[in-house]
């Protein structure tokens, strides 16, 4: 039988949530049931055992070795984080629905699953949907072609399955995101390499060049670059040579470049850990979703594929007046509400409703506020507050609150958490989350609560991948109530 560590070669049969590929292994005593994270029914695989139980095993994806029959070969750049770029998006979406619904039958106990779905939410594009991107620079590269890996390379890109060392250079577009961007990134890697500074060395935590983030405005059709570097022979580094370089060849498109010095050994792009300069441009986007403006810094947080988050948000603001609900001397509460986007489209939905918007992340709600400011929005309140502790200290809400919606993280809703959400006793919760399966366990404890599920609706928010986001309506059974 399989140890742990063993690499195997197996046939994917069929396929469970997350991405999970399922191949069998038939010994005397029964099928041995494989998982291998990013594959797709039909495909024979290389695969390293990362888990060993009983009668199962959970397994990392090395390669492909024989492609399914359903996948159409397109002409996009395969790279780890899109691993069904060649599966038809009808296909993709068939078994995404397939395999999430089952999870609310299993995790939720909901037998009935079938007549509360409400619908299967497309992304209105497969292709080049993204607004940000990170890319990797290593000297250790994993050439695609030859499947062999360099070292004292040059390599810009994403790193290569089931490391965190070795790095594929992205020779043409993913699919995924801007296109004259990812065409263009072979030639802006040949300009930086010729400046004579190394690629970051993952494992020794040196070298000079580590990163690219990339955020981008559908709105305006411009980019806002980030290219974060180490101290290392800082010295040497023209960095106004390097602007001047992306404006000559993207013009316009680029709104403003940054460079960041990050020195923290953390592979991590983000700005907070280092020193981060304006070479030139602005420092924000801005995006628009139904006719709102919202300024989009390279740190905040915003919907990774606008067009998709619009057909969610519409779902959820559908929910929320389902039935012809009016607010009147109610309050709509939007939890988790980050930037405040879900507040400020459901006050174009109602000028009578108080929308509540609250969030424990300061700076979050200071971009809420702002962007309420840009958009002329005065029937919306944003708090820097703890869920826990928001009726103690705003008690005039109290009993008011006639609908909240939540959009957590993709961890979910902490249990406390959860039951502090079912003690502000709404009529109505809508539940926007990233992970079905989190919002699947959380749903039985709202149905123990006093909460009817009414309708579940999906939305596919990441074409090529495993992911989905799903919208839950539920309402409160005024024949069956709970004391938390």
Not at 73 to 92: D, R
Not at 253 to 273: L, M, P
Request: negative net charge; hydrophobic residues 35%.
């Amino acid at each position: 039988m399989i140890k742990r560590g063993e690499v195997i070669t197996v046939e994917i049969e069929d396929l469970a949530f997350g991405g999970k590929g399922i191949a069998r292994i038939k010994d005397d005593k029964g099928a041995f049931i494989i998982f291998v994270q990013n594959t797709f029914p039909g495909q024979t695989v290389e695969a390293r055992v990362a888990k060993k139980r009983k009668r199962h095993a959970e397994c990392k994806l090395l390669k492909v070795i024989k492609r399914s029959p359903l996948e159409k070969i397109s002409e996009f750049q395969e790279i780890s984080g899109a691993p069904y770029i060649h599966v038809p998006p009808s296909i993709q979406e068939e078994k995404k629905k397939e395999v999430t619904l089952e999870v609310y039958r299993r995790l939720a106990d909901l037998q009935n699953i079938q007549d509360l779905f409400d619908e299967f939410i497309p992304s209105p594009e497969h292709y080049f949907y993204r607004n940000k991107m990170e890319y990797s620079f290593s000297c250790i590269e994993h050439d695609i072609e030859t499947d062999q890996e360099i070292d004292d390379a040059f390599a810009l890109g994403f790193k290569h399955r089931g490391t965190w060392w070795k790095v594929e250079s992205l020779n043409k577009a993913s699919g995924l995101f801007d296109e004259q961007w990812e065409n263009f990134l072979s030639d802006f890697r040949e300009f930086l390499r010729s400046s004579g500074l190394p690629a970051w060395h993952p494992p020794q935590k040196k070298g000079f060049f580590r990163h690219i983030v990339v955020r981008k405005s559908f709105h305006q059709d411009q980019l806002l670059i980030n290219l974060v570097t180490s101290s290392q022979n800082i010295e040497q580094f023209d960095v106004q040579s390097v602007g001047k370089f992306l404006q000559e060849h993207m013009g316009d498109r680029i709104a403003g470049f940054q460079h960041t010095i990050n020195d923290n050994v953390a592979d991590r792009a983000k700005i907070e850990n280092g020193n981060c300069e304006l070479v030139f441009g602005k420092d924000h986007v801005i995006e628009e979703l139904h006719g709102l403006e919202f300024e989009i810094s390279m740190e905040s947080f915003f919907q990774t594929n606008p067009a998709s988050a619009e057909r969610l948000y519409d779902k959820a603001l559908d929910y929320v007046f389902e039935g012809g609900r009016t607010f009147k001397d109610k309050a709509i509460m939007d939890l988790f509400c980050g930037t405040g986007t879900i507040g400020q489209l459901l006050s174009q939905r109602t000028e009578n409703a108080n929308i509540v918007g609250v969030d424990i992340v300061k700076e979050a709600i200071a971009d809420a506020k702002r962007n309420a400011k840009r958009n002329n929005i005065d029937n919306i309140s944003f708090f820097a507050a703890d869920v826990g502790k928001f009726l103690r200290e705003y008690p005039d809400y109290i009993d008011r609150i006639d609908t909240i919606v939540l959009d957590p993280p993709r961890a979910g809703i902490a249990p406390k958490t959860l039951k502090k959400v079912i003690a502000l006793n709404a009529e109505r919760i809508v539940y926007i989350s990233c992970n079905p399966s989190t919002q699947a366990r959380d749903i039985k404890t709202l149905e123990e609560s006093g909460y009817m599920t009414k309708k579940i609706s999906l939305v596919d928010q990441f074409p090529h991948t495993s992911h989905i986001e799903a919208v839950g309506l539920f309402e409160k059974n005024s024949e069956k109530t709970e004391t938390l």
